[in-house]
């Protein structure tokens, strides 16, 4: 059959071919398509893998940067720790260059100062800004991240301020007190009663016009010299006006108890006058370990071996500054030795005071009522002259504190005899003091005393020997109706007696009984007699250093220093005057200690002699019998220039502190009559041995009229502050830091 050539046959087969055409090209499309897509993802995957990756050095790098800015900022904090101003030089730090925490990432490290200066030498108030640069980058991609921070380094003395304060700074006097200089507290600020604040007031924490122990507001007398000091000089502060913390527009207090409104009122209402740590105040520091406590910079040195030995503590502590280092023993002997280590013990004599009685018939010691100076003893020499019995120290005087419900042991400093030494005063004048680690210091070291002795008598029958007695014959012992005994069983009386052969009781109906005697051997009798008997008791007693004529040192910077309590009697650096003097001494100085108190011109231990015997009956209370009632314990007005170091006995519950007003101890009927005082008020530590509770006034002391007044002194030895602040950060370029700008050691 023909083949079909219809005219539709023909339409069918065109219609075919085409068909199969169209679905190749789609596939091809479709595949061409795939492995498009498949390249972009694939570029996609890769570049998404490499940009993973750079981010992931980014963080690194700024991980690592991170850890080596923080390294460069807690360098910079222990070196100032180490060794405060003084050891921080910028022509080369003594810092490391630190290894990078990334092993595949190179850390560098760069710090520079911007503006200021730690030279040696330098003034004791300053600021220092430090740069510090930390970068970390790959080698190989050249991926880096830098940081930068300015720390922002503020330095100053302790003489810089009128009080300082590690703790809680308190003060609530009744009669009007003004502070010329500036006061700072590492806790925070009650005041209240009538203070006067001419000065900047600074702390760490918060400003309150009440009482810490009660909460209640405690008046509003309390006034604060507008203005900042760190803007003004001390001529343009003085002329500005005194502004009360109480707003009587507002009916309010301003101080901290404004919260979130107290940053602006107070700088409305003090001109910068007042800050505290909401103004970005921070505490202020001596040199020492962070592990030590400001007491450290009082106690007696550690040997390096010591597992509480750091060096940065015992570089700051005034036994290791000290050119005269005094230890006094259990027993009261003692030795002197310079900061070589040479024995000077033979140049400070012990003193005999000359001595009178009082009216109850007490012996007290002699002196000058004028300065309070004492007199000394003299004795007869080998040709008649009388040979004065003046000496440097006395160790075996006592006397009973009231607050401290305790008897004191005294170390007894005469100062005129130790500076009038021609030896010890040129130790001392020679000391170098500054960088030199050896100044104007005379350390007091004491030990545990033994005790007061006190030696009791008694009679009783002492063995004083033995005799022999010979053999004999006793003569017959006659029974003598010793006992009626009743009758036998014939009627006849029957008598009882001791038979002293036997040893027995017998009878018999004889009245009269001989027995026959017996023969005793020779032997030896002990001899007795009556005899006293002396028996010493040792009464428990503190130790303490006190300081005695002192009105003038002579024109010579002195510390004296001990980690005991420190009594201070009568004028101390006045240049031989007793009143209220108003102006800066010519020499400046430190008294530091436990605590300090301060006994007038006109003190006599005789007004407080320990009951010694009376101890061994009533124990510790009875030591303070025979004290003299406060009435009768009458000062005489004393002056002290010095800057005072002491401790505190913090409020606690409802029990006060005492406050500023208090922080000198007292022992005498102030009442009516000055005490002088020019310097400044260091309290940087709690009391640990004279640690009683302020008792009050009027019990153990009556407040005088605080003539005080700051005087800005340098004593030697004294402990520099220092505060770190981070100022600023950023972010900066790796080619923008010239890395090759800092020396390493």
Sequence with gaps: MPPDRSPSRRRRRASRAPRGGVVLAVVLMLLLAICFASGLLSRFAVRSSALARRKLVVQRAFVAAEAGLGYGVMSVRALLADGGIQGFNIGRYRIAQPESPDPDLELRLL????????????????????????GARDPETGIACVLREVLTVQWTSLGDYAAFYEGDLEVHPGATMSFTGRVHSNGSVYAGGNVVFGRNISCAGAFYNRRKETGARNGTGVQVRFGDDERLDASEKDSLALVNTYDSASKSYVDSELGHLWLSRSSLRYGGAVQTGDHGIRPLKPPISVEDDNRSIIERPLSPIDIDYKESTESQKFANKAALRLRVYPDGSYVLRDRAGND????????????????????????????????????TGENGAPVSLAGGIQTDNAFYDQRECAAMQATDLYLDQILGDPVLRTVLQNAPGGDSGLDKILYVEMDEPLGHPVVTERTEKVKTGERWVEEYTTDPVYAYDYTDYGTDRYGRKVYRYYDPVTRRWRTTTSPIVAIPGETVPGHYEDVFEDAVVAETNFVPVRPCVRIRNAASLGGLDLSVVSSRPVYIEGSFNTDGSSGWAGQAPSSSALVAGDAVTVLSRNWHDAWCLPDWAGYRTGGASALGRTVYPLSRRTPAETTVNAVMMTGIVPTAGSSYSGGLENVFRFLENWRGLNCNFNGSIICMWNSEESAAQWPGTDVVYSPPNRKWGYSRMEPPGIPNLFDVRETEWSRVSWGDVDWDSAEWE
């Design 111 to 134: 710090i520079v100062p911007l503006s200021g200066s730690f030279h040696a030498g330098a003034s004791t108030t300053g600021r220092q800004e430090i740069e510090i640069v930390a």
């Design 344 to 379: 000077l013990t033979s140049r400070l004599r012990r003193a005999a005071l000359a001595t009178g009685w009082t009216d109850d018939g007490r012996v007290y010691h002699d002196k000058d009522y004028s300065t309070g100076a004492y007199r000394f003893a003299t004795a």
